[in-house]
């Protein structure tokens, strides 16, 4: 039996863009371009890369919080886009989600005891008594008091709200969250507080984590292997060690050398890309990079490369990878 909680296989979401009276079709926007990738139980992949690349519409296509257009997810083997709004309902208490705002994720009118019980009440978890039972020990879990549970969300500050979010997505014991840039709006020190955090949760509750981030030195704190997109395709994938030390596709190459050092002495190689990330809605033909990259050859205008192995478990999906290899190892 295989060991991924989670498979992606081909995955497509577009939005249509339509116009006038009838909403004629005219385009779409390809948010998600054919992405596959897989999720041991247990393990967090880190999905990384620039606003706009569609690494939140990854997530929510995984929850079907939006219906992917084609494409299998394939959960504990079972393809999740196939299932009727009954039994997808019934799966969620299996996939939770972090979201990004901790705030506007919850509801101003809901005490924060009823928010964290909401889940419990929703699939008939426990008696009333257990119910609250249990979001007094998930309050402690995350960091919090019992006598929280009477607040509100505005009484809180933003790591506070999100330690909320987090016990909420907690409560029904779930197999699998995706963590939708889950500290991208929190301070530095917050940040790392919420990241020790959901390290411990994990061991703890034996989470398995999709890790959705745009900044790289986050998602190393708490990857086990990390995925580069960029415009709706996946251009690298591998473990985090190899990754950051040998990133090989030129678009994670530019990522990796903007990540700053602590050390005012130290000078480091940054690797400018020159023009605008193309649109979504009329992506380059062949490789989407290619009207960026300083490496580009013919074939890359012209054909879509593909993700293949080009290490032991280092995916890169590029034309030119003899160029990079020279490049890292410095024999060019």
């Not at 990004?100 to 909401?118: C, K, W």
């Not at 197999?175 to 061991?203: R, T």
């Not at 034996?206 to 997109?229: G, P, Y």
């Not at 013919?298 to 490049?327: A, D, G, M, W, Y």
């Amino acid at each position: 039996m295989s060991g991924f909680i989670l498979e992606v296989k081909n995955l497509i979401k577009y939005f249509p863009i339509t116009k006038g009276i009838i909403s004629k079709p005219v385009g779409a926007v390809k948010a998600v371009d054919d992405i596959s990738f897989s999720i041991n139980k247990g393990e967090t992949l880190g999905l990384v890369g620039e606003s706009g690349c569609g690494k939140s519409t990854t997530g929510r296509c995984i929850l079907r919080l939006l219906e992917p257009t084609s494409g299998q997810i394939l959960f504990n083997g079972q393809d999740i886009a196939k299932l009727d709004s009954l039994k997808m309902r019934l799966l969620r208490k299996d996939i939770q989600i972090i979201f990004q705002d901790p705030y506007a994720s919850l509801n101003p009118r809901l005490t924060v005891g009823d928010m964290i019980a909401e889940p419990l009440r929703n699939f008939g978890i426990g008696t009333r008594k257990t119910q609250e039972k249990r979001v007094q020990e998930l309050l402690e879990i995350v960091g919090l008091s019992p006598y929280h549970t009477s607040r509100y969300p505005h009484e809180f500050s933003g790591g506070q709200r999100q330690r909320i979010g987090i016990a909420r997505a907690l409560s029904v014991n779930p197999k699998l969250i995706v963590c939708d840039e889950p500290v991208s709006a929190l301070d530095v020190s917050i940040q790392a507080q919420v990241i020790n955090l959901l390290k411990d949760l994990q061991k703890e509750f034996s989470l398995t984590l999709l890790f959705i981030a745009h900044d790289l030195s986050v998602v190393k704190h708490i990857s086990n292997r990390v995925a580069v997109m960029y415009l709706g395709r996946i251009v690298e994938l591998a473990d985090y060690k190899n990754l950051y030390r040998e990133p090989m596709h030129p678009y994670s190459q530019a990522l990796f050398s903007a990540i700053p050092i602590p050390n005012p002495r130290l000078k480091k190689n940054r690797i400018l890309l020159e023009g605008d990330v193309p649109s979504p809605i009329n992506p380059p033909s062949g490789c989407n990079f290619h009207t960026r990259c300083p490496q580009a050859i013919e074939i890359c205008r012209h054909q879509k490369p593909v993700l293949k192995e080009h290490k032991t478990k280092h995916l890169v999906s590029c034309h030119n990878l003899n160029f990079q290899q020279r490049r890292c190892t410095g024999t060019d």
